[in-house]
DNA sequence: AGTAGTCGTAACGTTAGTTGTTACGACTGT
DNA sequence: ACAGTCGTAACAACTAACGTTACGACTACT
C-alpha cells in the first residue's frame, strides 16, 4: 500500500501548536511547524487548511499571523484528522468494472464493499479512542 | 489515501478459483480470471504467484496448466490475502527525519509509531475474522 | 520428437497521488 | 507604507499501481 503520511504530519504539527500555546504564545507559524517536521511550510499550510476546514485550527492573516487551536487538544481525536486529511477509503474496489456476466465478477463488490464497510467502522472507532491530548503526552514521555 | 485495489482483486481470484473447483474443475487459467476480474492475465499472474509464496495456492504449467487452492477457503483468511499482497504498513511515519532538537520532532516518532502498531493490530484481527469461504457466500448471496 | 497451451518474469509506458519547491497576490499589525 | 505571513496556483520529482507486450520455460498430448 502506497502509505502517505499526512495524518502523521497533521497531527505533528497540532501537537506542535499545542504545546507551543501552552508555552504562553498566541499563534504559530508554518515555518515554525515546518522546521520542526523538517519539511516545506507550504506542506504545513495545505495540510493545516483542511484542518481548518473541519473546524480544528483557526489562521490569521498579516503581520504577526500564524495558526492557533480552535479546540482543546483533548477534544480533537485522531479520527477528526484523518476524516480531515484523508480523502479516499482503506481500501479500493476493482479498477474496470468486473464481468457482471460472471456470478463472481457480479457478487464480488458488494460483498467485499461490506466487508470493507465493517473494517473501516472498526478503524474508526479505534482511531476515535486516541485524541491530540494523548499523543502530546506520549510525545512529551519519550526519553531524550 | 492511495489506496489499491491488491487485496481486492486478490480476494477476487481466489474465490473465482474455489467457486470453479467446486465446479468440477481441476485448475483455472490465469486467463479465465483475468476475463471475470476485467483486467490483464498478467496482473493476475503476478498476485497469485504472491499468493503462492505465501502457500494458499498452487499452480501447474505445461498444457492443461493453471492455478488451485493449497487450502480450502474457509482456512484462508483476509489477513492471509492481506499479508501476502500488502507490502508497508498502513500510515507512514514523517519522510524525512523531523527535527531532533526540538520536543515534538523527537518524541512524535515514536508516539506515532506506538498508536500506529496498535491500530494495524485491530485491523489484522479484522482481517482474520473474515474468511474466503464467507467472501464466496457473500458473493453467491447477491441478488441478480 | 514436436506442438500447443500456460506459466514466470522482465521490461516499459501510463496514470495517479504525494511531496517538495517557487512564486506571487491578499491581508493586517505596526 | 511596510513587512511578515497566509492562501493558493503551478510545476517538478518521486513513487506505486496498473496495463501491456514479449519471450523463455515447462509439460500434456499427439
Redo the contacts between chains.
Keep these: ?9 497533521a ?2 504539527a497540532l ?2 501548536i499545542g ?1 507551543y500555546q501552552r508555552e504562553g504564545h498566541e499563534v504559530a507559524t508554518s515555518e515554525q511547524i515546518a ?5 516545506n511550510p507550504v506542506v504545513i499550510r495545505r495540510l493545516l487548511g483542511e484542518l481548518r476546514k473541519a473546524g480544528l485550527v483557526e489562521s490569521r492573516r498579516g503581520v504577526g499571523a500564524g495558526w492557533s487551536l480552535a479546540r482543546e487538544l483533548e477534544s480533537i481525536t ?1 479520527l477528526d484528522v484523518y476524516d480531515a486529511v ?14 457482471q456476466g ?7 463488490r ?3 464493499q ?2 470493507y464497510g ?2 473501516e467502522e ?2 474508526r472507532a ?2 476515535a479512542r ?1 485524541t491530540m491530548e ?2 502530546l503526552r ?5 526519553p ?1
Design positions: 500500500m502506497s502509505a502517505n503520511s499526512r495524518l502523521t504530519i497531527a505533528h501537537a506542535w504545546l522546521t520542526s517536521a523538517n519539511t485522531l484523508e480523502p479516499g477509503p482503506l481500501f479500493a474496489l476493482h479498477r474496470a468494472t468486473p464481468n460472471c456470478v463472481v465478477g457480479h457478487g464480488i458488494p460483498a467485499m461490506g466487508v465493517g473494517i472498526t478503524l479505534e482511531l486516541v494523548d499523543v506520549d510525545v512529551l514521555a519519550v531524550r
